[in-house]
């Protein structure tokens, strides 16, 4: 599932927001991005306002996120937990 965000203007897409469900009770977002030069405009709390209404009726929504980024989540009402992670640095392609 995807939400994207355009500029009306310029047609270039300019944020967007993804969703992994299982379409029955779980669903994890794994990115929420927005160009640089089009933050702090409210895009992002729209895009994430927009998904969670689409993922409404499902028991769990779970996303990562670094700590300094929980207190816009907790705007929606979304709880910090303790859980675990794998991080392949090396399957990142370098420049």
Same mark, same amino acid.
């Not at 927001?17 to 895009?43: F, M, R």
């Given at each position: 599932?995807?939400?994207?965000?355009?500029?009306?203007?310029?047609? +270039?897409?300019? %944020?967007?927001?993804?969703? &992994?469900?299982?379409?029955?009770?779980?669903?994890?977002? /794994? *990115?929420?991005?927005?160009? /640089?030069?089009?933050? $702090?405009? %409210?895009? %992002?709390?729209?895009? *994430? @306002? *927009?998904? *969670?209404?689409?993922?409404?009726?499902?028991? =769990?929504?779970?996303?990562?996120?670094?700590? +300094?980024?929980? /207190?816009?989540?907790?705007?929606? @009402? =979304?709880?910090?937990?303790?859980? =675990?992670?794998? @991080? $392949?640095?090396?399957? &990142? /392609?370098? $420049?």
């Amino acid at each position: 599932m995807i939400v994207l965000a355009q500029d009306v203007d310029s047609k +270039a897409i300019i %944020g967007f927001i993804t969703a &992994i469900t299982d379409h029955v009770l779980s669903a994890y977002i /794994p *990115l929420l991005e927005v160009l /640089p030069e089009y933050q $702090n405009k %409210g895009i %992002g709390t729209q895009l *994430l @306002r *927009l998904m *969670l209404e689409e993922l409404s009726t499902f028991y =769990m929504i779970d996303l990562s996120c670094d700590s +300094a980024l929980q /207190p816009f989540y907790k705007k929606f @009402r =979304m709880q910090e937990v303790k859980g =675990m992670c794998l @991080r $392949n640095i090396s399957a &990142i /392609p370098s $420049n």
